[in-house]
Every structure is written in structure tokens, then in C-alpha cells.
């Protein structure tokens, strides 16, 4: 089973870059979901929980492993490190 990978943006292109790298860099079994802070209430409520205090951030399987734009290097980094 992969793992769970929430990614916290506000719509900016910083935010979809992020969004595009960590795609392309998580496995096939692994799940992303994007929780756009400008669209959803739900989100924001998430992002509090989280104590999300930057965009974009990374969550991984319900713990904050990146907060800002995460270099390809980084990605990866957070990626090995599960």
C-alpha cells in the first residue's frame, strides 16, 4: 500500500509547481491530494489541524514533512525518508 501524501496550496503557479514535482516523483500505489486553500472551507479547517503556517506544505501520511517550495532535491529527501 502507498502512502498518503496531502499537499496544502493557495492556486498560485509556486503552489503548482510543487503540486506537478511531487507528482511526478511519488510512486504508483502512493496517493495525492491537494487541499486549495482559496477554494475550500474544509481545507482550511485541515490546515489549521495541521498547523499549516506556509504554503505550499506537505503532509505525509498525517505528519507536516515540508513547508515552502520544495526544491526536486528536497521532494525526493522527503520521499526516502518514508
Given at each position: 500500500?502507498?502512502?498518503?501524501?496531502?499537499?496544502?496550496?493557495?492556486?498560485?503557479?509556486?503552489?503548482?509547481?510543487?503540486?506537478?514535482?511531487?507528482?511526478?516523483?511519488?510512486?504508483?500505489?502512493?496517493?495525492?491530494?491537494?487541499?486549495?486553500?482559496?477554494?475550500?472551507?474544509?481545507?482550511?479547517?485541515?490546515?489549521?489541524?495541521?498547523?499549516?503556517?506556509?504554503?505550499?506544505?506537505?503532509?505525509?501520511d498525517?505528519?507536516?514533512?515540508?513547508?515552502?517550495?520544495?526544491?526536486?532535491?528536497?521532494?525526493?529527501?522527503?520521499?526516502?525518508?518514508?
Amino acid at each position: 500500500m502507498g502512502h498518503k501524501f496531502e499537499i496544502f496550496t493557495a492556486g498560485c503557479s509556486l503552489c503548482q509547481t510543487a503540486l506537478r514535482q511531487l507528482k511526478e516523483a511519488i510512486c504508483e500505489k502512493c496517493q495525492v491530494i491537494e487541499y486549495n486553500l482559496n477554494q475550500s472551507a474544509d481545507a482550511v479547517v485541515l490546515a489549521k489541524k495541521y498547523n499549516i503556517k506556509a504554503v505550499p506544505s506537505i503532509v505525509v501520511d498525517g505528519e507536516i514533512k515540508f513547508e515552502g517550495i520544495p526544491s526536486h532535491a528536497e521532494i525526493k529527501e522527503i520521499i526516502s525518508d518514508i
